[in-house]
């Protein structure tokens, strides 16, 4: 099984089965009209209202196979631009091991972190190392850890108990910079906000697919914004 796949089974398999299930609900309304139409002789009644549900169910059905159905949950952040064959090419060949087992007699063991040479696997999320600007745990959810990335967009992976500070714990260890490692230009209410406008400077106010296709990786991207960063950092 390919890691994206399995990753996805194990993050939104629930999600996706409930979003199918849902959207099956104005079709099963518009037979049980039509049933109840033809065991009432009514039926040439009940076909107006058969046929409007049946719409509104056919356009509801379309929007979740294509736009939730067809989602890669578990790659967060690019999923909005690559699709899932793009992000089993970046993900071939890469070999995880776990950092962190956070194994605890308690059960709170649900903080591994699984690493390779270009991601990080939390639990069952995958999170592109070189992108990653900084890490948190969320201001206002202790039990929320918050990866953002260098255009400024983040993404969160909820814990229990004290999973998310073992998990916060082990990120630094990586290397990985906390938010107060980033002097906030006064200039920007906030430090995304700060992040966004660099990235958009460094790289000419394209997206992350748009560079790709053009040839550069998310190293060469990685580069041109650490660059930008310093001279922002040092004007």
Known sequence: MDIIKKNEFKVAFLKKLMAFIGSLFLPVIAILILVIGILSKTVINAIPAVLIISFLGYIIIRYSLLHYMNRVF???ILNAEYTKKELDEMLENEEFSPINSGYSLDGSDDTQIKVSKNWLD??????NKTLIAYIEIDKENP???RITYIDGCYDTVHYKKKGCSEAYNALRRLGFKDISEY??????EDHDEMLYTIFDRAVNEKMYRELTAEGLSFQDIRNLWDAELAKSQTA
Do not use: S
């Open 122 to 127: 939390i639990k069952g999320y995958l999170f």
């Open 74 to 76: 578990c790659v967060p």
């Open 143 to 145: 039990d929320l850890l």
């Open 183 to 188: 002097a906030l230009d006064p200039e920007f």
